[in-house]
């Protein structure tokens, strides 16, 4: 039986070159046991016809699946339908339940599901105004290089650090490029035992309040703070404290008289973008080794200074062991690789490694392999340059928009970053704003999320610099300022 080059279609959901999405039509029809061995497929002409593309990309498709067993070639007759091809299991499919008679709201108590957090569009980039945080700019990105590091991290002398497990441990060469390089551009000296990879810097937060809170513990975040941190603190089951942040973070002062762990974000505050000056970093770890409480530092955007040389980390400081360190290459190589790292005391380490290694645990090699080419290559130096230098020319021109419009910016970093913390009038509700002004193609972050939710004010809001193009960012505040100016007292 030959199969009609009818049964064949190029829609829309099919990915690729036109040989690629060929070889793709051909063997998903043979899995799916719609095409069975010994049939005859459509003749190279007859299909190339069929679909409107040249004979040979036909020809070099079929080829293609030959070398990967789901067709045979048969001299001149044709190409078959292999019988050594791979085949699903079939099976009758049960019908669907009309109604969940398992109620997995009550189950589960929504306790994952229930938490808030920052809502953005999934079609983000297709917004001409998205003043939103955290997305890499593709136009700044070295797709080229990274290419190159991935191939390379694919090829046969690196075959076992893509393919093997490697338990609870982590890609030598990446670990060393961490200790040698970027660590010491921090203050920070580490061993190879005192560093741990992470699937972003959340997992990291996440690793560290697993390990060093819990019922009975106590811990004190910023207020405001990064919302997820909260949202994390709460699964353990600690009590939390929020300590209200002033214009050079948190003050140690404030700290209540009894804490076990303190979250802070001291290099660039999230999300007012304030900076810990010296003497405060100091202080600081005073007052954890006078109440011998430990510090969590999310050196959130370190690389992104660019008005000022960067301050040492509070991990720098650090004589007995108190700084849980966390890093990550998210934000400064792209969201979507998803590596950040912890540096601690051996003991800490040993314990975290050990809660990863029973979640996920390492991230995966090929990741890494990369990762630790781009950098030690030099590509991610020159990455972070020139967007040092991109964000610093949007800064400027979002800083004179800001000021022309008279918008009120209520934090403001000294050394960079990607944002702009910012403050409404009295009743303006920002996300109501973020609302009316999603439909003029602006997007906003609104600021409550960040606050402690018993004491949370609504006129807050955040304004990110990372994707939108320079010459748009003047007519996106003009909008954001007219609709300020709309939703304000009559």
Known sequence: MTIPPEAFFLHGNLRGTLQQRIRQLVAEGIVAGRFRAGEKMPSSRGLAAHLGVSRITVTLAYTDLVASDYLTSQGRSGYYVSENAPLQPMFETGPKPAVDHVDYAALTGRRFSSTEHLQRPADWAQFRYPFIYGQA????????NWRQCALRALGKRDFEALTSDYYDRDDPLLIEYI?????????IEAGPGEVLLT?????????????????GKRAVVENPSYPSVRAILQQTGCSVDWVDVDADGLPPEALPAAVDVVFTTASHHCPTN????????RALIEAASEKNFVIVEDDYEFEMSFLKAVSPALKSFDSEGRVIYVG???KSIFPGVRLGYLVAPEGFIREARALRALSLRHPPGHIQRTAAYFLSLGHYDALVNRMKQAFKRRRLAMGEAIEAVGLHVAGQSGVGGSSFWMRAPEGVDTEVLARKLHC????????RVFFDPARAPRNYYRLAYSTIAVGRIAEGIGLIGDAIARAGPK
Do not use: C, K, Y
Request: hydrophobic residues 45%.
């Open 137 to 144: 700019d593709v136009t700044l990105f070295d797709h080229q």
């Open 179 to 187: 200790l040698r390089n970027i660590l010491p551009r921090r203050g």
């Open 199 to 215: 699937m972003g810097a959340q997992n990291a937060l996440w690793l560290a309040a697993q390990v060093l809170t819990g019922p």
């Open 274 to 281: 304030a900076t810990m000056p010296m003497p405060r970093r």
């Open 328 to 330: 990550s290459f998210s």
């Open 440 to 447: 003029e193609g602006v997007l906003i972050e609104p600021g």
